[in-house]
């Protein structure tokens, strides 16, 4: 499921979220008289992944870049910084929120809506600082971020295959704007 994508000059960052759409019950869930929603399944045991496309060869980056399990809706930003590419995210640890806005919640009671809103996870803003390139001769298990000014690093796990662990910078925000002024 993409909501949105992030882009910077050179680049367009797709979040391949573990919220899959499940086409053939989407096809038929009018027919069935359930909504859309009820077709989305989340698969916390599976990774997220991180395609990075350049923007002038319109090919992804040759490394594979993943993180925890994790569900986006909104991209904030998104730049480049000496050879990274760095963007923040509205994440949510699982799929809680789009219960939370089925019909029959909705016109819940409203303490039981606030209650079923208390118990879903909260949103967060998740800075990725992603390393466009990188020594291929870098130990396993190093950090290849080189950024002074985040805490997010990307650890090199083969030559394909880098971990990557976000910074939170803040939490409970869905839609923040970012003042340029």
């Known amino acids: 499921y993409y909501h949105s994508f992030g882009m910077t000059e050179n680049y367009i960052i797709f979040i391949e979220q573990p919220l899959k759409l499940d086409v053939l019950k989407m096809a038929t869930a009018y027919f069935k008289g359930v909504n859309w929603a009820s077709c989305l399944t989340w698969c916390p045991n599976d990774k997220t992944y991180i395609h990075i496309i350049n923007r002038k060869t319109n090919k992804a980056l040759p490394t594979k870049f993943y993180t925890d399990a994790l569900v986006v809706y909104h991209h904030a930003n998104a730049y480049e910084e000496d050879n990274h590419v760095v963007f923040d995210i509205i994440a949510y640890e699982d ?6 806005f089925y019909l029959e919640n909705m016109t819940s009671p409203d303490s039981i809506f606030e209650a079923q809103g208390k118990s879903s ?12 390139e990188h020594d ?8 290849i971020v080189r950024l002074q000014d985040t805490k997010a690093y990307a650890l090199k796990e083969d030559d394909e295959h880098v971990y990557c662990k976000p910074e939170v910078l803040f939490e409970g925000i869905e839609l923040p704007r970012i003042n340029y002024d």
């Open 121 to 132: 996870s909260l949103p967060l803003c998740k800075r990725f600082a992603i390393p466009v």
């Open 136 to 143: 291929k001769n870098t130990d396993l298990g190093t950090n």
């Open 95 to 100: 799929n809680s929120l789009y219960k939370m």
